[in-house]
Every structure is written in structure tokens, then in C-alpha cells.
């Protein structure tokens, strides 16, 4: 038996409009245990994305998140209870876990964080974990980038978007993004070696994106949504390609938002705009790893993690997201790292 107490997230109705503190409880009550083939993970840092808001409404790409049920989220965590063959107490786990201090698994969902020496495990949540697979697929798979191509990323200054010109920079293009500030502006040109930067806050935005990108969109890097994807398609170049993240401007919508109204460009410009999900990518994530861990321990790709403390603080942190209130990938540290 265990004398740990659980605190976890409970789910208690489907949000509307955003209003997550009404619809979500933290509880407390003792620990699970971990059964026959099972094992437990203590949750050291607790992941926090958009689609969260997604699983919590309706069912997508995963079954909504069950009523009266702890919401649903990745995590990264140590084993610390183990009755499974291939996972030994002290291994670093990562996988699909929930907002809750302690996940229970029969191995399906976790996989073992590999060891690269000099390494935070702040980066399995970033540029190689999910968020880094999401870009680095996202990009190479779907967008196919050739040396000299424009590519523009919207929420450029988030998580993948961050990730993403990057990427489009090492292998030879040029890279564009659109933020919400002059602050995160300056850190993608400064920081992370973007091109250029706008703000699409700024007055005018669309008039200094047409301007950045003289020869046009090859690839436009889809995050928002709404009025940034009609003018990205405004831009976009015969054959170009969009890879489809996600439209975090429609998340919270509680009616329908107006579709672009130039969809019709697609035609013209004989361009592709195709979606994905990074789980149809976990088979593949050696190759992840293996190209963009020397990336990363190089230096070449720059990341941020915006950690918050305290699993009782998730739904302050939560809130940034669709505020624009984080700068890179956003991760509430849920207990203290073991020594490695």
C-alpha cells in the first residue's frame, strides 16, 4: 500500500468560452497503486497545450476527457512503484498521463526518455519531446521545405511555432514569423535567428508581413486561425504548402468563427494545406531524435521553457496560453527532479 496522497484535476463539466476555473476541481485522495503489469509515475513536469481545451469539449482526434474523470495531459515523471517487466522504479518516463500528481500505467502509453548527456529533462518537454516531433514532422513531412523557400509560422513565439523557423533555417530557407508582441518579435530575430517578425497586433500587420515576404509563401506554418491564415493565403505561392498544427483563435469559440474567405486560393495556386496529429508520429521518433538532438546539445536550436510551480497553480498557467501570456513551451513543475 501507499500513504502518498494523489492531488489531481477533476473534470467536472465541458468548458465554455474559456471559463476552465468553473468546470475543473482539484481533489486530493490517496495515491493509486500500481497492479499486476503495472507501474506508477510520480509526475515531475506536467505539460500544457492547447488541445487540453480541445479533449475537455468534444471528441476530436482523442475521446473528450470523461466527466467527473482527471483531465487528461502529458506528462514526464519518474517510476516510482513498478510490476512491469520493462520499467524499473527510478526510470524517466514520458507519455500520456493526466493533471494529477501520480498516473498509473501498463506501459502503453510511456515510453523512456533517452539519455543525452547535458540535457535538462526540461528539454523531453520541448524541443524533444511532443512539441519538438510536432515540429520537426509538422515542417520536413508535411511541408517539405527546399533551401531558399519562404516559410512563414504563426504563434511563432509558442512552442512549436518557436521550434519551427528554426528548423526552416537550418535546412536553407527563409523564415517569418507572427507574434503577438514586440517583445517576442525581438526574441525570434534576436534569440532564435528569425528573418523577420510581426506583430500581429501592430497597426497595419498585414502590409508588414506582404513586405517581409517579397517573393511569397512557400510554406505558411498554421497555429491560429482566423484573420492570420486569410492573410497568409493571400501571400501563398503556386505549390505552396500548409501544414495544418492547429487554430488556437477557435478553441474557446463559443459560435462557429467565419472561415477564411479566400479558401478559394487553394485552387489557384494549386497549393495543399494538409493537417496532422504528432501521434501519428510515434513510430518515427528515433528519427526525431536523431537529427535534432545533436541540433539541440549544439546549440543550433534555442528553446524556452515557461515554467510555473505548483500543480495547484495549472489553470493560472493554463490561462497564458490563450492570452499569449508565455513565451516557448509552457510546463508547470508538479514535483522535485530525482538526482540523476
Sequence with gaps: MSDAINRHWL???????????????????????????????R???LSLDPTNAVWMQYDSYLPAVPLNSTMRGLVLGVVDQSNH???????????MGGWADYTISDGSAFGRVPAIPGLPLTAYMGPLGMTGATAYFGLLDIGRPKAGETVVVSAAAGAV??????????????????????????????????????????????????????????????????????????????????????????????????????????????????????????????????EMGPWVAEGRIKWKVDLDQGLENTLTSFAKLFTGGNTGKLVVQVSEEPAR
Design 85 to 95: 517487466p520493462k520499467f524499473k522504479v527510478g526510470d524517466i518516463v514520458t507519455g
Design 161 to 290: 511555432g518557436s521550434l519551427v523557423g528554426q528548423i526552416a533555417k537550418i535546412k536553407g530557407c527563409r523564415a517569418v514569423g507572427i507574434a503577438g508582441s514586440d517583445e517576442k518579435c525581438a526574441w525570434l530575430t534576436g534569440e532564435l535567428g528569425y528573418d523577420a517578425a510581426i506583430n500581429y497586433k501592430a497597426k497595419g500587420w498585414q502590409k508588414a508581413l506582404k513586405a517581409a515576404v517579397p517573393d511569397g509563401i512557400d510554406i505558411y506554418f498554421e497555429n491560429v486561425g482566423g484573420d492570420i491564415t486569410e492573410a497568409a493565403l493571400s501571400l501563398l505561392n503556386v505549390k505552396g504548402r500548409i501544414p495544418f498544427c492547429g487554430a488556437i483563435s477557435q478553441y474557446n469559440a463559443t459560435e462557429p468563427p467565419p472561415g477564411p474567405r479566400n479558401l478559394s486560393v487553394l485552387v489557384s495556386r494549386r497549393a495543399r494545406m494538409e493537417g496532422f496529429l504528432v501521434l501519428d508520429y510515434n513510430s518515427r521518433l528515433g528519427e526525431m531524435y536523431a
Design 43 to 45: 509526475t515531475i513536469h
Design 11 to 41: 473534470l467536472l463539466d465541458r468548458p465554455k468560452g474559456g471559463n476552465f476555473t468553473e468546470v475543473l476541481s482539484l481533489r486530493e485522495e490517496p495515491a493509486p497503486v500500481a497492479g499486476e503489469g503495472q507501474f506508477r509515475v
